[in-house]
Structure formats: structure tokens, C-alpha cells
Antibody
Framework: QVQLQQWGAGLLKPSETLSLTCAVYGGSFSGYYWTWIRQPPGKGLEWIGEINRSGTTNYNPSLKSRVIISIDTSKNQFSLKLSSMTAADTAVYFC??????????????WGQGTLVTVSS | DIQMTQSPSFVSASVGDTVTITCQASQGIGGWLAWYQQKPGKAPKLLIHSASSLQSGVPSRFSGSGSGTDFTLTISSLQPEDFATYYCQQANSFPYSFGQGTKLQIK
């Protein structure tokens, strides 16, 4: 049974960089796509980007200039960095795993979510 | 970018009712659509993938249909645990995107 556990700072000041890590326990790390999704308070879901085991990434163009998703296969972890944070980036950030191998079209396993607040 | 529009945004129903939620894509996405259920303070839960494939462990009262630009999620014989917010998500092209959500409330 795969489990995703995420952590990182929950309170940032404007212009700081968000750093979140998601650890994967159980199941295979290979073949799947590993994704970050966020949800502003009371609003809908926004896809941030994804990475596979080889390190191939796809990002949302709206965030591309500020986002880096990386992977550490030795630790079964992947990470999100989002720079130049503003209040508009305040959201719950989720990590997630694709349902199937080599197919990132749906997300089956999710982290617990981390509320990140940007405030001076 | 592909825009996903759900309707209605809010729906009230009673236990035992059947509810249908629609999702329209701004351009054709084939069958690359998933449906999720989200309860307050929780991560989304995958219900349907590939437009109509029921995810393992999800009750059969949930069903999905559609292709191209128009999709539906139907919940038959509503149970108390079904009252939640539902999202569609397209995975035809990057950036993947979600509908704005449909909140299913108890009447």
C-alpha cells in the first residue's frame, strides 16, 4: 500500500522560496509520474507540474519561470521549489502519484497536503 | 490551455436521489478525463479515470461517460458519505487542468 508523506515550511514571507518534499513509502518508485497540485483556500485545484523517475519534467506555464520539481530516487522522494512567493501562492499543496505506470492522466495516491501561507 | 467548465457549481439533493454533474472541455480531449471527490480538509480521491473506468474500490453507484468535449459523472442512489465536492480533470495536454468544482449538498 503506497503512502505519500509530505513536509515543508508552512509560513513564508513574500519573495521567499517554497520548499516541499514528498516521501513515498511502499510500492514501486519506478515508472510512475510524481506530481504537485495546489488548492487556494476555498478554491479549486491547480496542476503545478510533474516528474518521472528519469527526471523528465512538465510544468504549468503559468508557474514555469518560478518552479523546479526534482527527484531523489535513492530516498524515494521528490520535491517542489517555488520561488518569489506572493500572497497569491497561498494554498494547500498536495503531492500525488499517477494511477498507472507511464501514464500521468490520473492521480490515485495523494499526500496529506501542506497549507502554505505567504504573509509579511 | 484547455479550460474545463463544470455545471452546476452547486447542487442540492437527498439521500437516494440520482445526481448528474457535467464537465465541458474547451477543446476535444478524447477520453482523457478523470473525476475526483474531495471532502473538507482531505486530499481528492480518484473515482473515475479514462472518462468511464471506475477506480478499484469505488462503489458502482458512481459512473462516468463522455468523450471529446462533453462528459458526465452520475451518482445513483446517493448515500450520506457522497456529499462532497467533485472535480473533473483533463489529461489530454499540458498543462493538465481541473474544473472549478461542483459542491453536492444535502437538501
Amino acid at each position: 500500500q503506497v503512502q505519500l508523506q509530505q513536509w515543508g515550511a508552512g509560513l513564508l514571507k513574500p519573495s521567499e522560496t517554497l520548499s516541499l518534499t514528498c516521501a513515498v513509502y511502499g510500492g514501486s518508485f519506478s515508472g510512475y509520474y510524481w506530481t504537485w497540485i495546489r488548492q487556494p483556500p476555498g478554491k479549486g485545484l491547480e496542476w503545478i507540474g510533474e516528474i518521472n523517475r528519469s527526471g523528465t519534467t512538465n510544468y504549468n506555464p503559468s508557474l514555469k519561470s518560478r518552479v523546479i520539481i526534482s527527484i531523489d530516487t535513492s530516498k524515494n522522494q521528490f520535491s517542489l521549489k517555488l520561488s518569489s512567493m506572493t500572497a497569491a501562492d497561498t494554498a494547500v499543496y498536495f503531492c500525488a502519484r499517477s494511477l498507472n505506470y507511464f501514464d500521468s492522466s490520473a492521480y490515485w495516491a495523494w499526500g496529506q497536503g501542506t497549507l502554505v501561507t505567504v504573509s509579511s | 490551455d484547455i479550460q474545463m467548465t463544470q455545471s452546476p457549481s452547486f447542487v442540492s439533493a437527498s439521500v437516494g436521489d440520482t445526481v448528474t454533474i457535467t464537465c465541458q472541455a474547451s477543446q476535444g480531449i478524447g477520453g482523457w478525463l478523470a473525476w475526483y471527490q474531495q471532502k473538507p480538509g482531505k486530499a481528492p480521491k480518484l473515482l473515475i479515470h479514462s472518462a468511464s473506468s471506475l477506480q478499484s474500490g469505488v462503489p458502482s453507484r458512481f459512473s462516468g461517460s463522455g468523450s471529446g468535449t462533453d462528459f458526465t459523472l452520475t451518482i445513483s442512489s446517493l448515500q450520506p458519505e457522497d456529499f462532497a465536492t467533485y472535480y473533473c480533470q483533463q489529461a489530454n495536454s499540458f498543462p493538465y487542468s481541473f474544473g472549478q468544482g461542483t459542491k453536492l449538498q444535502i437538501k
